[in-house]
Nanobody, 127 residues
Framework: VQLQASGGGMAQAGDSLRLSCATSGATSSTYHMGWFRQAPGKGREFAAAITWNSGASYYAPSVKGRFTISRDNAKNTVYLQMNRLRLEDTAIYYC?????????????????????WGQGTQVTVSS
């Protein structure tokens, strides 16, 4: 499975960006999907995740209410709509795919529960 993230760029605080993650090599509905991010000098952290059928979504407290994860399985694409961006949202954003394992819901925030990763897309927020 290959994941291709796009949509990053530069934005000002308060602006919006939408990230996309296109999957290839497998049917996207086979996977739960997540977005993680890594800020300069910090470890990779969970941002958002969505089940294979969009039945449930999960968010880190730092992005809840501002970010929305969605997916279009017909297009094999997952999205992360980011609104009211903050300086601290500056990071490389990675999309990841997790096989539909029974324990994923309990570990959706844990990078080790994901099987495939994209290359990342840079988001830079300035004041």
């Amino acid at each position: 499975v290959q994941l291709q993230a796009s949509g990053g760029g530069m934005a000002q605080a308060g602006d919006s960006l939408r990230l996309s993650c296109a999957t290839s090599g497998a049917t996207s509905s086979t996977y739960h999907m997540g977005w993680f991010r890594q800020a300069p000098g910090k470890g990779r952290e969970f941002a958002a995740a969505i089940t294979w059928n969009s039945g449930a979504s999960y968010y880190a407290p730092s992005v809840k209410g501002r970010f929305t994860i969605s997916r279009d399985n017909a297009k094999n694409t997952v999205y992360l709509q980011m609104n009211r961006l903050r300086l601290e949202d500056t990071a490389i954003y990675y999309c990841a795919a997790a096989l539909r394992r029974s324990d994923w819901r309990g570990g959706h925030y844990d990078a080790s529960f994901y099987d495939h990763w994209g290359q990342g897309t840079q988001v830079t927020v300035s004041s």
